[in-house]
């Protein structure tokens, strides 16, 4: 399924080049590990992929209900 | 006229009980824009020779020209001196609502010199400065006089309060505001303290300040807001704060975890950001114009109690939960917040003086004797309660404590190489021997170890954690960016976190002033005023200079033991030609003093070589 994520904050730099969304193919329904593997980020970079305002945990599946509330990786917060 | 000031700054004798007023000129508006600019300036101007915590020292509290206003986060207030905790340059950013309440007041800022002969409110409001007998309040809490104060002037008075800590010149003491904000680091509540001033209180009523273009300011200030709105990562933001970095510092390698020992906290879940905001009563609250809130005030019943703390955000977390290796419930590091809130002590500090104490205890280097028979352990909310106690009156080894951990060491002639400060300042929420970057940045952070000067940790990570040819250059934009703000005396997390263009406060700051600025006018002035709170090093430090730009050997010499980073270290031999390497960037000689030719590139060196 080719889906559109968003990416936020400062980190953007770092994993998308500055830009504000990716998109991309992906099997449905997929983890947050899952979709920043098939994204090819470092990790570390993201401080978590939230539906919506929550956060999902890592091997938590986002379905495609989840997707239509919108998808986003958080940068780290960035230190007060 | 100058626009966006209120033109005054008021100079309090707490001696004398006199009132001055300094004009603010539009060579210091250029030159220094306002909050930490002017502090640094009068530090520089007028304090040559002094020693903290004399009647000759002062405590500078200072506005910018955005705050107050309607610029998004303006609700921020800057605080500085000559800390009594590092000897060296020291400020400390507050935000809520007392920046507001200063400029309605018609007041740029306060200097309070001198010692009031007895303790002491300082009742302002408008024009009128009154000294009240504080003797009733001194020794209380500061949650408590913060409600008597508030009973007394009105819910629409502002308040800036210490503790007993700062009565009793433990020297990182915080001065508090808005019940649960504070101005933390390099003990500024030490300093008010020492000159019995209680509380300030403040009250305006507004219209003092003229606007340059003040349509066109509102304007761009409103676009400012709804562009922080519409952030993609507004929601979590607000509904998360910084309390869910716990889980990413721990993946990360970077969560301080008993006294920094390592850097990863077992089962640390139960204090992270997610587990409060699901499990306890967690509402939001923020400072002035804030858009973003990250305050989260926290209700919870602890030993049959009820507290309501703001907090712990991720620095409490980290300092007062995994360095004390506190993993048992967010509610223990809750109450641990609130006990060093109401004592009037900076969380960072205290984290990282009893995670010192603890390990020297269990090294034996503390005897029990000292610590009334008592076991001092990891875990333990009653060692960390005990602790704060004795620190806050200095009681036992409170006295040797309160001085901080540098102190400490030196005291007890051992355990420096886990006494985790740089220039006598406790390190912050953030392990970096796995991020060489972050470690610069404390390394050579102008008031001693802090991460708020350059947070460059993601870019330690996008480079795989390695020392790279750009590390120095990346930690002096951020030296240069995130201080910016506390010139302006704007919060920083609307760009950091939901970037927030930087183009928009040239625009905000040209607007108020008139003055024609653009971002790298700006970014020149911080620049100014780093280099000149070096200088303030280099003047009032005998032998200061790149033996004080290291970080602690624990750093250098111990491979992390276990968790994400494990092994991780950056040997003496790397950071030095990381050192070597930002010095160079940075126009600075080999012992990093900075070179006239820097100065004069500035505009500072007449300035500097007047007050030497």
């Known amino acids: 399924m080719k889906i559109t994520i968003k990416v936020a904050g400062h980190a953007k730099e770092y994993i998308s080049g500055g830009k504000s969304e990716i998109t991309l193919d992906i099997d449905v329904p997929f983890t947050p590990n899952e979709l920043i593997e098939k994204l090819g980020i470092n990790k570390g970079l993201v401080s978590a992929i939230t539906v919506g305002d929550t956060i999902k945990r890592w091997n938590e599946p986002i379905t495609e209900e989840d997707i239509k509330k919108g998808i986003t990786i958080i940068s780290p917060v960035g230190g007060g | ?612």
């Open chain 2, 1 to 612: 006229m100058l626009y966006g000031y209120a033109g005054k700054i008021a100079r309090i004798n707490l001696k004398n009980r006199t009132v001055k007023v300094d004009e603010v000129t539009e060579e210091m508006a250029r030159n220094w824009i306002g909050g930490r600019g002017f502090i640094a300036y009068y530090v520089w101007k007028e304090q040559k020779g002094v020693k903290p915590l004399t009647p000759e020292h002062n405590l500078y509290l200072m506005t910018g020209p955005l705050s107050g206003t309607e610029t998004p986060g303006s609700g921020k207030f800057d605080i500085g001196h000559l800390s009594p905790l590092t000897g060296g340059y020291g400020d400390s950013n507050v935000g809520g609502k007392i920046s507001k309440a200063m400029r309605d007041a018609g007041w740029d800022g306060l200097i309070l010199e001198d010692i009031s002969p007895e303790p002491v409110v300082i009742y302002i409001e408008d024009d009128k400065i009154e000294f009240v007998d504080a003797s009733d309040l001194w020794g209380k809490g500061t949650f408590e006089v913060e409600e008597i104060l508030k009973e007394r002037y009105g819910q629409n008075a502002e308040i800036l309060v210490i503790g007993p800590a700062a009565e009793n010149l433990a020297k990182f003491s915080m001065i508090h505001h808005d019940l649960g904000r504070q101005a933390g680091r390099t003990g500024v509540g030490t300093t008010m303290g020492f000159k019995k001033v209680k509380a300030i209180v403040v009250k305006g009523s507004g219209g003092k300040i003229q606007y340059a273009r003040d349509e066109e300011f509102k304007k761009i200030a409103r676009e400012a807001i709804v562009a922080c709105t519409k952030s993609d990562n507004y929601q979590f933001w607000v509904k998360y704060g910084t309390t869910s970095v716990v889980q990413w510092s721990n993946e990360n390698g970077a969560f301080p975890t008993r006294n920094f020992f390592t850097s990863y906290l077992e089962n640390y879940e139960k204090i992270d950001g997610r587990y409060m905001i699901e499990t306890y009563d967690v509402k939001h609250k923020g400072c002035y114009n804030c858009p973003s809130p990250c305050g989260k005030v926290m209700r919870f019943t602890y030993r049959g109690k009820e507290y309501v703390v703001e907090g712990p955000e991720y620095e409490t977390l980290a300092l007062m939960g995994g360095n004390l290796g506190i993993n048992t419930d967010v509610a223990d590091v809750a109450y641990l917040n609130w006990v060093t809130d109401n004592l009037g002590l900076d969380t960072i500090s205290a984290g990282a003086v009893i995670g010192w104490a603890i390990e020297a205890f269990q090294k034996g280097i503390i005897p029990k004797s000292m610590v009334d028979g008592r076991e001092l352990k990891w875990n333990d909310v009653e060692t960390a309660e005990y602790l704060l106690e004795k620190i806050a009156y200095r009681e036992g080894i409170g006295k040797i404590l309160a001085e901080g951990v540098k102190y400490a060491a030196e005291f007890f002639g051992a355990g420096h190489e886990f006494a985790m400060q740089v220039k006598g300042q406790e390190i912050s929420g953030y392990e970096s021997r796995w991020a060489p970057g972050m470690m610069l940045a404390y390394a050579t952070a102008d008031i001693g170890a802090h991460h708020n000067r350059a947070w460059a940790i993601t870019y330690d990570i996008s480079v795989g954690h390695k020392i790279t040819p750009e590390t120095a250059d990346k930690v002096i934009e951020l030296q240069h960016i995130r201080p910016m703000f506390d010139m302006l005396t704007t919060c920083r997390l609307q760009w950091v976190e939901l970037g927030l263009d930087l183009e928009y406060y040239a625009k905000l700051l040209s607007a108020a002033t008139g003055i024609d600025w653009t971002l790298q006018d700006m970014l020149k002035a911080s620049e100014r005023v780093w280099n000149l709170t070096r200088m303030i090093w280099f003047r009032h430090k005998p032998g200061f200079g790149r033996s004080w730009d290291y970080p602690p050997k624990r750093w250098m010499e111990e491979p992390v033991p276990s968790g994400p980073a494990k092994g991780a270290v950056i040997p003496k031999e790397d950071f030095d030609k990381l050192l070597d390497d930002y010095y160079a960037k940075r126009g600075w000689d080999k012992n990093g003093k900075p070179t006239k030719e820097k100065l004069q590139e500035l505009g500072i060196l007449e300035f500097i070589e007047e007050n030497m």
